[in-house]
């Protein structure tokens, strides 16, 4: 049986850690998997409850977090190292940017056989400046040449890593997409519906959300501004929701009450039962500079919710554009904010980019197929 050391950034709530639980609950028992990762950061939610869910065992390292600090990443990597020693995998497989260079470094210096990575997103624009872009550009191509395969989330995402970035050869680039469990997005979706809206108060408004970290990456300035847009040029009454936590949200805040938003904008923080969230909701927003996978918008589309997003990193290979989800480029303030003010006052528009998003990700996006995709790949190098 080829054991597999999977190594990911932190159990924080998101995609990684989602396909991190799937990937070690269901590649058994053709694969014994060890899962080990960083703790999440304060104003993040943890994914730990998922693990719990799956009946998934995990190890943490506290020192491996987020930011970068030499002390506690050389102690990551001495642990890594150590565990690679005690447990002699054929297969270590990293997740994301910060795991991904301490994980398969402590690999390629033990003689692990096979090192894979998955790129969720990338650092190469809109995180950094021009220097430490370059350097963390400079630091993937030296990984690169020591990693077996390196996954892409998406097409899109391949061809930034291979022909924009030049961080790898396309020979060594495998696209798997995300997988999720998304039949709950279709379960009992007006009793939930109805559960949300009495507990915000709802009659005739048209919600709109967005879900995700509050971090500059993220635009949610965008969304403000677009909901005071559309507050003022229509005629319908609507209520935003903004659905997570994180260092910008009193920055957020502020701004809410600048705009005159307090009566119309919702702060929830985190919400751990998303599929309860989203029938409440008449459409679902994403306003990022830098997406690898958004999972807000593949959660969205298996609940039936038209999207309103800027066109940025996968989310193309996300979405079918004018079909599940109106997009504009990440510059173009006054097309997004368009784009949100026809879905709130075409109630013919909202549902029908909302029918079609289910038949879409329930295959291309289900973690039946991510599973069936890894494991073939482990095979390639295990035979």
Not at 88 to 98: E, F, L, R, S
Request: charged letters at 25%; proline letters at 3%.
């Amino acid at each position: 049986m080829p054991k597999i050391l999977r190594i990911i950034n932190r159990f924080n709530l998101g995609g990684p850690a989602y396909n991190a639980a799937y990937l070690t609950k269901y590649l058994a028992p053709e694969f014994e998997t060890l899962l080990i990762g960083g703790i999440k950061d304060d104003l993040e939610e943890s994914s730990e409850f998922i693990l719990k869910n799956l009946g998934v065992e995990y190890k943490t390292i506290p020192e491996m977090k987020r930011s970068i600090h030499l002390l506690n990443d050389l102690s990551v990597y001495n642990k890594i190292k150590n565990v690679i020693r005690k447990f002699n995998p054929d297969i270590v497989h990293t997740h994301a940017a910060k795991a991904g260079a301490l994980g398969r470094w402590a690999a390629y210096s033990c003689n692990v056989p096979v090192i894979v990575h998955t790129f969720h997103g990338h650092v190469f624009h809109s995180y950094f400046g021009s220097f430490k872009t370059s350097l963390y550009k400079a630091i993937e191509r030296n990984l690169a040449k020591k990693t077996s395969a390196i996954i892409a989330v998406s097409e899109k995402q391949k061809a930034e890593l291979v022909n924009e970035h030049k961080i790898v050869s396309t020979e060594k680039v495998h696209v798997i997409p995300l997988g999720f469990d998304l039949n709950r997005f279709q379960e009992n979706q007006d009793e939930k519906r109805k559960i949300f809206r009495t507990k915000y108060k709802l009659t005739d408004e048209i919600a709109i959300g967005i879900v995700g970290r509050l971090v500059p990456v993220k635009n949610h300035s965008l969304f403000l501004e677009a909901i005071k847009f559309v507050k003022e040029k229509s005629q319908r009454k609507i209520k935003a929701f903004i659905v997570g936590d994180g260092s910008e949200r009193e920055n957020l805040e502020i701004k809410t009450k600048q705009l005159g938003l307090n009566n119309v904008v919702i702060f929830t923080s985190w919400e751990k039962e998303v599929d309860k969230i989203y029938p409440g909701l008449d459409i679902v927003c994403l306003t990022s500079f830098n997406e690898g996978t958004p999972v807000s918008l593949i959660e969205a589309q298996a609940a039936n919710k038209p999207i309103v997003s800027t066109n940025v990193g996968g989310i193309e290979n996300v979405v079918i554009p004018n079909k599940t989800a109106l997009l504009s480029g990440v510059s173009e303030k006054e097309k997004y904010c368009d784009n949100l003010f026809s879905l709130i006052d075409n109630d013919l528009l909202r549902t029908e980019l909302g029918y079609e998003g289910w038949n879409f990700v329930k295959n291309k996006f289900g973690y039946e197929r991510l599973v069936s995709e890894v494991k073939n790949l482990y095979y390639q190098f295990s035979k």
